[in-house]
């Protein structure tokens, strides 16, 4: 192995390899295809450099981005190494001379985009070269439970796999659920034991959720504590992006923004711009950021919440790869949600697939309301191996909250739901327990019911937040789908029989808040209203 700690610190002046990289490289000079799993910034380059360095032939990279081929070509070749790409950008003589030179071998690694091995004059070459291995780069793409399908990922490996003059195959992604993992290995023949997977944890990112607050009031006052350090904000539309663009440079700030709806010129430019610190924050739509590394970004602030966790934390990512203490803080709405299923609902998906979508969907709603530590929140969801300390300083936990148990309202929640027939989403049940004049509300003669009103001194909006609560801790279930319902679950049961307390941590203090944002009489009412419970003994028998 000595061999391989030469090569990191001769070509690539690091001392030590990183977790996992040693793995990578020793498999894949084993001949065993290999999957390596590593959080954004973790170093997979690395592991497909070494041993392409390490063997004889040519390594083919397979990448999604005509950036990140160009930014890991001019790495390479500024350290000397002989690498070189193949994409659309490049005249036609220009990419005559470069597929010659690649033929005859000229080049140790070819990056191309995966549409490129389904051309007859590309495969033609690499079927008689020596290739030493080849790597997909943002492996996730190869999966259709990714969330960045490209078909062509997929529908080149039977070919490749055919070819007798591969040693090694290399597939690496910061981003994969259980799902993803197996379907990569189940493709590219990988077993178990050639799975690397460091965990996803980013200790440097406190995560932090913001809900009830005027979005644009709440950058501006981020940015005016922070307006030298460099970050991304993430839009959920074009129209977001321009008119936050407008209102941030009308104060002054040096912004730059990017989305598909702009020039490839004026893409170019904002993103030079922005890496070059020449202007401090990018605001953008999801089309911006694969592939880039700046190492100083201190803050990714979603001034709507993304699709997907997967999504999320690729993006939340892109903030401190220099390890340094970064923030990523998700601004909430109960409209980023109706974005959101608007965007699954008009998709051309099959419906398994919308399904699907929705699933995930839910996902990203509970950890907008979950009160558990965020940054677990996340690393359970990928199923993360290592095991975790509350992190200490998302927005969950960082502050003292004290908890409070909410069972009793608990309780009168959930037997709403339970006298509504388990037929309604979540803003119907909390008309009903506020005791709504809705026209609909009347449709259904829910005022009939005993939960009709019961807890009215809650205004909508509160009693919305607390069923989500409810859902995001497990102890109400919903039916995805267009129109979701809610539903009890075996938790529910406990909570009803009063076999299982509800601790909720008293609002959580966002950085930033003002006193007003509190409605301290919550609480009392509150009492008020277990008190009435109790005396009412209202709680339904349950199975
Ligand atoms: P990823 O593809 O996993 O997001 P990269 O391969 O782009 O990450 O690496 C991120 C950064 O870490 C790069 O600047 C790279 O040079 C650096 N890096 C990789 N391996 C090491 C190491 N062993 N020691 C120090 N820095 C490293
Ligand atoms: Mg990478
Ligand atoms: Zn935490």
Not at 33 to 47: D, H, R, Y
Not at 300 to 321: D, F, K, L, T
Request: charged share 25%.
């Amino acid at each position: 192995m000595e061999t391989q700690e030469k090569i990191l610190q001769t070509y690539f002046g690091y001392e030590h390899f990183r977790p996992g990289q040693q793995d990578v490289i020793t498999y894949m000079m084993q001949h065993h295809n290999t999957l390596a799993v590593m959080p954004t910034g973790g170093g997979k380059s690395i592991c497909y450099q070494i041993p392409g360095l390490s063997m004889d032939g040519t390594a083919m990279i397979i990448s999604p981005l005509i950036s990140l081929m160009k930014d890991q070509v001019d790495a390479l070749q500024a350290l000397g190494i002989a690498a070189t790409y193949i994409n659309s950008s490049l005249s036609v003589d220009e990419l005559k001379k470069r597929m010659h030179d690649i033929a005859i071998g000229r080049y140790r690694f070819v990056y191309a985009a995966p549409e490129r091995f389904e051309t007859a004059s590309f495969l033609h070459v690499i079927k008689r070269l020596d290739i030493s291995l080849i790597a997909f780069d943002e492996a996730h793409c190869i999966s259709q439970w990714g969330h960045d399908f490209r078909p062509s990922y997929r529908s080149i490996v039977p070919e490749l796999k055919k070819l007798r003059n591969v040693r090694v195959f290399a597939a690496l992604t910061a981003t994969a659920t259980e799902a993803v993992i197996s379907d990569i290995q189940r493709l590219l023949h990988i077993s178990d034991e050639h799975v690397v997977n460091t965990g996803f944890a980013r200790e440097n990112l406190a995560f932090h959720v913001i809900k009830g607050r005027d979005k644009t009031s709440y950058i501006r006052a981020y940015m005016s504590e922070h307006s030298d350090e460099s970050g991304i904000i993430y839009a959920a539309t074009r129209k977001q992006v321009d008119s936050l663009y407008e209102n941030l440079k009308k104060q002054g700030y040096s912004v730059a923004k990017y989305h598909a709806g702009l020039s490839e010129e004026e893409r170019k430019n904002a993103q030079s711009a922005f890496i070059h610190d020449e202007r401090t924050v990018m605001i953008a739509t999801n089309a911006f950021g694969m592939g880039i590394d700046k190492s100083n970004v201190r803050h990714v602030i979603h001034y709507a919440m993304p699709m997907n966790i997967e999504s999320y934390y690729q993006e939340a990512g892109r903030a401190g790869r220099d390890g340094e203490m970064s923030n990523c803080i998700l601004l909430f709405s109960p409209q980023d949600t109706q974005l959101q299923k608007f965007f699954i609902e008009q998709s051309q998906m099959d419906d398994d697939s919308k399904q699907q979508e929705y699933r995930k969907l839910q996902a990203m709603i509970n950890y907008c309301h979950t009160h558990q530590c965020l940054a677990n929140y996340i690393l359970d969801y990928f199923n993360d191996p290592s095991p975790k300390p509350a992190c200490k300083q998302c927005s969950n936990c960082s502050k003292n909250h004290e908890k409070v148990d909410i069972t009793e309202e608990a309780q009168m929640i959930l037997s709403c739901v339970k006298r509504m027939g388990e037929q309604f989403g979540v803003t119907m049940t909390a008309k009903v327990l506020k005791g709504s004049k809705d026209k609909k509300v009347a449709g259904f003669q829910f005022q009939k019911l005993s939960t009709f009103g019961i807890m009215s001194a809650y205004t909508e909006k509160e009693l919305i937040e607390r069923i989500h609560f409810l859902i995001a801790e497990k102890f109400l279930s919903m039916e995805e789908g267009k129109y979701p319902k809610v539903r009890l679950n075996a938790n529910s049961v406990d909570v009803l029989k009063g076999k299982q307390e509800v601790m909720m941590l008293q609002a959580p203090i966002p950085i930033y808040a003002e006193e007003a944002d509190y409605d301290a009489g919550l609480f009392t009412q509150l009492r008020q209203l277990r008190k009435n419970l109790a005396d009412e003994q209202n709680v339904p028998p349950l199975c």
